[in-house]
């Protein structure tokens, strides 16, 4: 059974961190691309971050290129999300999604909330 299981999340001032974690299990972890995904209140879902199946690459959106940094253990099978520096408007659900091919799955998600 395919799980992804995201924790980390919860209430943060601005200027501060948090490190999202999320456990894949029930597929060949290191085979696949992993992305930080999230949704805010009344908004879409945005790409906020991707690694490569080894962990060679990296992206991430304009809005948090130089606060956020996504890494991963693939001995652990965990990608991890470090988040730094941050703002109100990084208020949201943040899901973990693994990516290969015609194949995905997701997490049911965490929620970050950051506010004074």
């Known amino acids: 059974q395919v799980q992804l299981v995201e924790s980390g999340g919860g209430l943060v001032q601005p200027g501060g961190s948090l490190r999202l974690s999320c456990v894949a299990s029930g597929f060949t972890f290191s085979n696949y691309g992993m992305r930080w995904y999230r949704q805010a209140p009344g908004k879409g879902r945005e790409l906020a971050a991707a690694i490569t199946s080894a962990g060679g690459s990296t992206n991430y959106v304009d809005s948090v290129k130089g606060r956020f940094t996504i890494s991963r253990d693939n001995n652990k099978n965990t990608v991890y999300l470090q988040m730094n520096n941050l703002k109100p408007e990084d208020t949201a659900v943040y899901f973990c999604?693994?990516?290969?091919?015609?194949?995905?799955?997701w997490g049911q998600g965490t929620q970050v909330t950051v506010s004074s």
């Open positions: 999604n693994a990516h290969r091919l015609w194949a995905e799955y």
